[in-house]
């Protein structure tokens, strides 16, 4: 069962608990015990599915995911090349790349990453660019580490808000530009190859780092939600069960549905109405 699917088999249980708690009144037969132990069962099953298949998606098997990322024209692209020997679209117009380039770089000490050249970011009026850079945002919640390239010649560029807990290396890129640097990163220069041993070092040493934190921040975010809405669901089967009341029933129920509205999208208290009111038909 898929998540959106999860979550509407979760609201239309919680509408049925809530429609024969709330309208009682209205002649609605409360959700019989047996039928409400037998829907909490297989949401638990499902949820607890969804949550395997989200840790398998999310294992060491898969590589490491590096991405470069920057202003436009910052030298991602001419860097991605020189590190990778790939013929990504070189240009001194800003916004050249659109779209992602992956490809595998084998680090110092054997590990192999997928390194992700990344669209320059940067406030526009560009509709289109900002269409990739909304894209782009999301990609980089998927990366395990960025690497945030500062034009030599530049003011320094600062990430948006919420990308706080993505780890990170930043570099000064195109550092043929400037005679010297009081700047505390290192410095490269795809260019002229300056520095680019040890930008493959310390990018290795900062892979190693992060190893341990397999998949993604917003997979781990998910996955931890995940389980929340099962130990919830799990609450509510034991609360069914001991007959503790449908209103027991029905507060776990919410705290799972506001769980996975984390990771499938906000449902309101008008929403949840208008599913009791269109099952039902009350008041006709």
Do not use: Y
Request: glycine share 8%; net charge negative.
């Amino acid at each position: 069962m898929p998540l959106e699917r999860l979550r509407e088999a979760l609201v239309d249980l919680l509408a049925d608990l809530e429609a024969g708690l709330d309208f009682a009144d209205e002649d609605i037969e409360i959700l019989p015990l047996d039928q409400l132990l037998r829907r909490l069962a297989e949401l638990l099953a499902h949820g607890s599915l969804a949550c395997r298949k989200l840790e398998s998606r999310s294992d060491s098997s898969r590589r490491m995911r590096v991405a470069l990322v920057g202003r436009p024209n910052a030298g991602k692209t001419s860097l991605f090349n020189s590190l990778t020997r790939s013929e990504g679209l070189v240009s001194d117009f800003p916004g050249t790349t659109r779209d992602w380039l992956v490809a595998p770089l084998a680090l110092p000490g054997g590990v192999v990453v997928d390194l992700v050249d990344t669209a320059g970011l940067g406030q526009t009026s560009d509709l289109l660019a900002d269409e990739v850079r909304k894209q782009t945002l999301a990609l980089l919640f998927q990366v395990d580490l960025l690497v945030i390239c500062q034009q030599a010649d530049q003011p320094r560029f600062s990430l948006e808000k919420g990308l706080e807990g993505v780890p990170r290396l930043e570099v000064i890129t195109k550092a043929d530009l400037i005679t010297s640097s009081k700047e505390q990163f290192p410095s490269c220069s795809a260019r002229t190859g300056e520095g680019m041993e040890k930008l493959l070092a310390l990018m290795a040493l900062k892979v190693v780092e992060v190893s341990g934190r397999r998949g993604s921040l917003h997979m781990v975010r998910s996955k931890a939600l995940l389980e929340t809405v099962v130990a919830r669901l799990r609450a509510a089967h034991s609360a069914a069960l001991n007959e503790d009341g449908q209103e027991i029933v029905a507060l776990e129920l919410r705290h799972a549905l506001d769980a996975m509205g984390e990771i499938a999208g906000t449902l309101t208290s008008d929403d949840l109405l208008g599913k009791i009111f269109s099952r039902f038909c009350i008041g006709k």
